[in-house]
């Protein structure tokens, strides 16, 4: 069980979730990254149902941890996320990560 400290400074519990040197949580028995459940759920609007379902290594308890931490800790997680997402756009605009992207869709539309 892991304790993180939340907004009043009490002490809560997230039961299947472990915290990298950086405080950003995942799963100790699969190693498997909660953020990344957070970034689908934010992304796509997925329930917890959802998440379980399309990750099955996953209980549904461990789901439901992920998101009461991400609930819990609502502003560091947009930062972040806001972080990232002004690196993707970043990335995508430099010329040479265009090219790719070009080659990449002209390469599909070749296998059909």
């Known amino acids: 069980m ?5 907004m009043a400074e009490a002490l809560t519990a997230y039961e299947h979730l472990t915290f990298n040197e950086h405080g950003e949580p995942f799963f100790a028995a699969s190693h498997f990254d909660a953020l990344h459940l ?3 759920h934010v992304a796509y609007g997925w329930s917890a149902e959802e ?4 990750h099955p290594q996953l209980s549904l308890g461990q789901v439901y941890s992920a998101l009461a931490w991400c609930a819990d800790h609502r502003v560091d997680v947009d930062a972040k996320l806001g972080i ?6 970043t990335a995508h605009a430099r010329p040479e990560n265009r ?3 070009i080659l ?3 390469r599909q539309v070749g296998d059909l």
């Open 99 to 101: 090219r790719l992207a």
């Open 84 to 89: 990232e997402g002004e690196r993707a756009s």
């Open 38 to 40: 957070i970034r689908e």
């Open 2 to 6: 892991c304790y993180s400290y939340g």
């Open 51 to 54: 998440l379980a379902l399309n």
């Open 104 to 106: 990449l869709k002209r």
